[in-house]
């Protein structure tokens, strides 16, 4: 069965510094991941997703994440965090051709000091 | 476009009351999901539809029920509220076109059961 784990539950970084935020998965195939965020009282956005081909993603509002599959992970990075990045981040598992399928991380929410 | 919209945003409901949560998109989607987010659960399919007039179960169908008569509208119906229901409730769609199911999501609606 599909899980995803987000060993960090909140995480805190002062503003400019870089940020890591890591994604683990469990699936028998090569996957669809995705990483969405949520501001406070908002819905989920997308950032950014890999489908296929290359393994390092790029998103919106200066986002990558890098597919390893032979770590199972696809952890989001930004190089300088800015203070309207804080909100709760969410890892999915999504599987082709099975749209009801996408399976959600818990979360992890992100402070960040000005 | 406004996307994906939701009503109400709050409401509050006393035991063994009903109401119907909306939810509309504009964008023409086929696929269409109904969420619940508990705190450090991520979030939780309820029901999910694949076009007017098909629906199916998700992950935590039990007390409430959906229905999907046009391509836009994608209700979601809890008949006698318990506490447990007590959660956020977002719906989110994804168009037949993307083979990723990348999915849009609506802005929440937070419902208290007392």
């Known amino acids: 069965a599909q899980s995803v784990t987000q060993p960090d539950i909140h995480i805190t970084v002062s503003e400019g510094a870089s940020l890591e935020l890591r994604c683990n998965y469990s699936y028998g195939a090569t996957p669809y991941l995705f990483w969405y965020v949520q501001s406070p009282g908002q819905g989920l956005q997308l950032l950014l997703k890999?489908?296929?081909?290359?393994?390092l993603v790029q998103g919106i509002k200066g986002f990558e994440a890098e597919f390893k599959r032979s770590q199972s992970s696809f952890n989001l990075r930004k190089p300088s965090v800015h203070w309207s990045d804080a909100a709760e981040y969410f890892c999915?598992?999504?599987?082709?051709?099975?749209?009801?399928?996408?399976?959600f991380g818990p979360g992890t929410s992100l402070s960040v000091i000005p | 476009n406004a996307g994906v919209t939701q009503t109400p945003k709050f409401r509050i409901l006393k035991i063994g009351q009903s109401m119907t949560l909306q939810c509309t998109q504009d964008?023409?989607?086929?696929?269409m999901y109904w969420y619940r987010q508990d705190p450090g659960m991520g979030l939780k399919l309820i029901y999910y539809?694949?076009?007017?007039?098909?629906?199916d179960k998700g992950e935590v169908p039990n007390g409430y029920n959906v229905s999907r008569s046009t391509t836009e509208d994608f209700p979601l119906r809890l008949e006698l509220a318990a506490p447990s229901q007590t959660s956020v409730y977002f719906c989110a769609s994804s168009p037949l076109a993307d083979p990723s199911y990348e999915q849009y999501f609506g802005p929440g609606t937070r419902l208290t059961v007392t």
């Open positions: 539809s694949v076009g007017a007039g098909i629906t």
């Open positions: 890999y489908f296929s081909g290359d393994t």
């Open positions: 964008m023409n989607h086929n696929y």
């Open positions: 999915a598992v999504g599987k082709k051709t099975s749209y009801d399928k996408v399976i």
